[in-house]
Every structure is written in structure tokens, then in C-alpha cells.
């Protein structure tokens, strides 16, 4: 599993509590990182967007690395992107 000091841009990564609530983010929700930033300041820069429409959740959110996790493509993480799309679909 990549460690989240090695996350790259483009990489998903998979939010681990809901401290971003107030963005619309929770827990479980995928996004990809923008900007590597932790060794600096701690945190990636990171859009959110709507699995099923692509419209914007949250852009350019600071997300401290100790609150999300690479997405791997484990079977975990597949179920946990299928249950991301599925809050999204009508």
C-alpha cells in the first residue's frame, strides 16, 4: 500500500472520517489529489466530484494526510467506490 507521503497528483484517495463535513465531504468519499503538499505543510490539495454526473462536490480541498488513504484497487476499495457511486445514483 503507497504511503500517504508518496501520494501523487492524479492519485484517488479514499477520505477516512467525515472532518470535512462542512465541504460535503464524509467519510468513504473518493477524490484526487491536485497537489502533493504534506512534506511541506502537511496536507494534498484535492477535487471532489460526483461519480455519476462529474459535476463538482469540493475543489481544491486541503486534506490533512492523517484523514484519507490511497485508493489501492483492492476488493475493499472497489466496494468502497461502488458504494460512493451509489450515493449519487437516482
Avoid at 484535492?46 to 494526510?65: Q, Y
Wanted: aromatic share 12%; charged share 30%; net charge negative.
Amino acid at each position: 500500500m503507497k504511503e500517504n507521503i508518496l501520494v501523487d497528483w492524479t492519485d484517488d484517495i479514499i477520505l477516512l472520517n467525515d472532518n470535512y463535513a462542512d465541504k460535503g465531504l464524509y467519510a468513504g468519499y473518493i477524490g484526487v489529489v491536485v497537489e502533493n503538499l504534506i512534506e511541506k505543510t502537511g496536507i494534498v490539495l484535492a477535487d471532489f466530484f460526483n461519480p455519476v454526473t462529474g459535476e463538482d462536490i469540493a475543489i481544491l480541498v486541503e486534506i490533512k494526510k492523517e484523514d484519507f488513504r490511497v485508493y489501492s484497487g483492492t476488493l475493499e476499495d472497489q466496494k468502497i467506490g461502488k458504494e460512493f457511486k451509489d450515493l449519487f445514483k437516482k
